[in-house]
């Protein structure tokens, strides 16, 4: 690159940069801003791509997958394309004190990997190896890689269901899926993880190296020590699935939530569940939808679902059973489509996923929901729909293989949980801020009303930037623990954001 490229680097970070009033300050590092050979030093060690706005892919490449966040345009993305360069990187953001975030797979619901300083994006690398029954991940890889890459050799990890999303946010945060109750969390699988900390040291971390920072990394978020460049995982021999799904009026909603919930208390591990309300603004009544699979365990289900089926008679529903083959279903978001399109345009060239516009929050419940719970949360959806607003709640069946592991025994904070809600209010891409506030309010909102029944925690993963006493939500007792390991790694704050741990 030339000498004048850079020039452009440093004349358009400083204007950008200097734009971003709202990021938290950052530690002092050198006091005069990158020259252009600061620039030129970096790119003649930097394997992957440094990239300006009038770079051919900038525009595509900057956005995340919530589309809310379009407007904050980084003023240079540095594509990591190894650890090496993960290194250079957070050494030249700390040594010229330049706001920054990190992106693996961009689903921050509160738009933390998104900024208009230095945008450090994992997602070259993306090397998935499996040696007996280990998996190597590197930080950039997404979920449907993942699944597509093990699943050729009928194995996997427990994790979530969008293929999209980034194996790095995920784990970090916890990991919910469809393999949870039987497996355990995303995080429970996590045999190691290599790290680049704020003083620029890669560090490999396991059960016997860094424990500290492996405990914290199982549960404490993504972002908060440093940034993960490789993971390792215990993989699980893949099986067919079988999955029900049943839909039932929601005029009917109470006696449904009931007996699912009731049902739900003697489920086997190798059984989850979800029931979902989603209405978009239109006039048709919305349904609720309930869904339960079970990974090889098809006649287990049956079973199952048919005494599900008894407590429900007389209540009109539609039942459809399916037997899908492990790879079809965890990629059904991508039936019919390459791996490489399989993703968000912003994730790949090729890539043809939707991204959307949206506001998300949570609740955990340790307990199953009482019937006056119930009668709030039917209440306030039916409301909602009535006032022609978007919106959407998912109950989602905990337990199970979660409980295996002690509360201690990592950094995430609700292994007692029963049940846990996900608040969404989701639009087309380009929907007004106005709208998107709106339902970011309301999200929020739905754990005021539902605050009697829950534990008052939240899930880490579905951050929501409203939450006010969001160390106590997302990490319960252990946010104490998790600032000491702040302290060690970080102390000067490298890693810093609103909801970010402090150090002791
Ligand atoms: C459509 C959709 C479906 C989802 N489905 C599920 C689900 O089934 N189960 C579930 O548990 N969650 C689910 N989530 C939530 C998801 O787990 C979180 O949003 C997660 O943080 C996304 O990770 P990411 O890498 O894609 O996002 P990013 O926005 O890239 O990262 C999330 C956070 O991690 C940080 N980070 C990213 N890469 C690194 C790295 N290499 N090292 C250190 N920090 C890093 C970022 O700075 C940011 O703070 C879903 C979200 C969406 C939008």
Known sequence: ????????????????????????????????????DDWQALASRFSGELLLPQAEHFDRLRKAANARYDE??????????????????????????????????????????????????????????????????GSGAK?????????????????????????AGLVQGGGLGIADRRYGLTCDALQSADIVTADGQLRH??????????????????GQFGIVTRLQFQTFPTAPIRNYIGRYPLKHGLQVLQNWQQ????????????????FNGQQNEPEIQIRACAL???LLLTRHWQLLEQRLIGIWSDVDMQDHQYL????????????????????????????????????????????SALNTLLREITKRHQNGHRGGVMLTAMGGAIKHLEHDDTAFAHRHAVLSAQYLMSGPVGSPESLLKEGAVWVNRMRHLMKTWSSGGAYLNYTDALLKNWQQAYY?????????????????????????????
Request: hydrophobic share 40%; proline share 6%.
């Open 1 to 36: 690159m030339q000498r004048r490229t850079f020039l452009g680097f440093t004349l358009l970070s400083l204007a950008s940069l200097s734009g971003c009033s709202n990021m938290p300050k950052l530690p002092q590092g050198k006091t005069a801003p990158p020259e252009p």
């Open 72 to 137: 904050l345009v980084p003023a240079v993305i540095m594509r990591c394309a190894n650890a090496a360069d993960v290194q250079l990187a957070v050494n030249f953001v700390r040594d010229f004190a330049l706001p920054f975030a990190v992106r693996s797979g961009g689903h921050s619901y509160t738009g933390l990997s998104s900024t208009k300083g230095v945008l450090i994006d994992v997602g070259l690398m993306q090397q998935i190896t499996l040696e007996d029954d280990i998996a190597t991940i």
């Open 143 to 167: 979920l449907g890689d993942v699944y597509a890459e093990l699943g050729a050799r009928q194995r996997s990890i427990p994790a979530g269901s969008c293929a999209s999303v980034g194996i």
């Open 205 to 222: 971390c396991s059960a016997t190296e860094h424990p500290d920072l492996f405990w914290a990394l199982r549960g404490g978020g993504g």
């Open 263 to 278: 049902w739900l208390s003697e489920l086997p591990n190798e059984i989850w569940s979800q029931a979902t309300i989603w």
């Open 296 to 298: 090889g365990e098809p």
């Open 328 to 371: 079809d279903f965890m990629l059904s978001d991508c039936a019919g489509l390459e791996m490489p399109q399989c993703k968000l345009p912003n994730q790949h060239e090729d890539g043809v996923l939707k991204r959307v516009a949206m506001a998300g929050s949570s609740d955990i419940f340790d307990r199953y929901l009482h019937s």
């Open 476 to 504: 319960g007792d252990h946010y104490a623990r998790l600032q000491q390991i702040k302290t060690r790694y970080d102390k000067a704050q490298l890693f810093r954001f609103a909801q970010g741990i402090k150090p002791a």
